[in-house]
């Protein structure tokens, strides 16, 4: 191994090494994040969540921006069985479906989503195409969807913004009562409402993002870690390990010397 390769260094390529190989679920997340939530918008602007429970299904990734956008990946390697249910259950939560698959998928995928709902591809040179942009589907938009994605300050933040006295609330009650207030404000409303507070919330995975390998960025906003932790990530990362590495992370997270 050549002198001065960081951990960092080593993760890129063999991230590349891997998408040339096997390409799996994980480049599709991270080609969104890199390419575009980082390239052409900004995680000042766009937030992005992976893994997210929308009604009966599991979003691949949520992205928060003046509205919520939700991104179905399809590999070369999945079902579409369970693809039309999929996308009924994003719409009541995102104003736009967008379905990310392979080159060789797209005619399939394209034959199975209605025209309102958007299709990219991830190409051989890790870049995202787009074949047909998605167009907002308002009408299938569903309060108790949409403020279910929020916590229990988040929720407190809509009592308060809809002139509601939520000091007299229980914590088991405030989410109901959170539904209610909304029944007087538009969908649309209530989907920037909550695409405002989870974009508020990734605020502090802004560095972690920024400071790991770019082949991680999908990774590094699944994490729940602390500021001092996402620092000592960050350093580790930095470590030249041409001649070996200098410590474990489970070491690096308790402050210990190896």
């Known amino acids: 191994m050549k002198e001065g390769v960081t951990l960092s260094s080593l ?31 900004s995680l000042k602007t766009t937030a992005a969540y992976v893994e997210v429970r929308i009604a009966e299904a599991k979003l691949d990734v ?3 921006g003046k509205y919520l956008s939700a991104y179905e990946i399809k590999t070369d390697f999945d079902e579409l069985a369970r693809l039309p249910a999929q996308i009924k259950a994003y719409q009541r939560a995102c104003r736009e479906v967008t379905v990310l698959t392979g080159e060789r998928f797209a005619s399939a995928v394209e034959a199975s989503i209605p025209p309102e709902v958007g299709l990219s591809v991830l190409t051989n040179r890790y870049q995202l195409r787009v ?10 938009l569903v309060n108790s969807d949409m403020l279910s994605l929020l916590r229990r300050h988040e929720l407190l933040r809509l009592l308060k913004d809809v002139g ?7 914590n088991t009650r405030i989410y109901q ?28 995975k802004r560095g972690l993002v920024e400071g790991l390998p770019m082949s991680l960025a999908a990774s590094a906003l699944a994490q729940d870690l602390t500021r001092t932790q996402m620092e000592r990530l960050i350093e580790i990362f930095e470590t030249d390990v041409s001649g070996g590495a200098r410590g474990d992370l489970l070491s690096l997270f308790q402050g210990e010397a190896v």
């Not at 390529?13 to 390239?39: D, M, P, T």
């Open 164 to 170: 509601k006295d939520a000091s007299g609330i229980p």
């Open 11 to 41: 993760y890129n390529s063999a991230f590349k090494h891997c998408f040339r190989h096997q390409r799996v679920e994980y480049f599709y997340k991270n080609a969104l994040v890199e390419k575009l939530v980082i390239g052409r918008r």
């Open 131 to 140: 074949l047909r942009s998605a167009t907002p589907w308002d009408r299938g």
């Open 62 to 64: 949520l992205l928060a």
């Open 177 to 204: 009562c959170a539904v209610q207030a909304a029944t007087d404000l538009s969908p649309v409303a209530i989907n920037a409402f909550v695409a405002s507070r989870l974009l508020e919330r990734s605020a502090a």
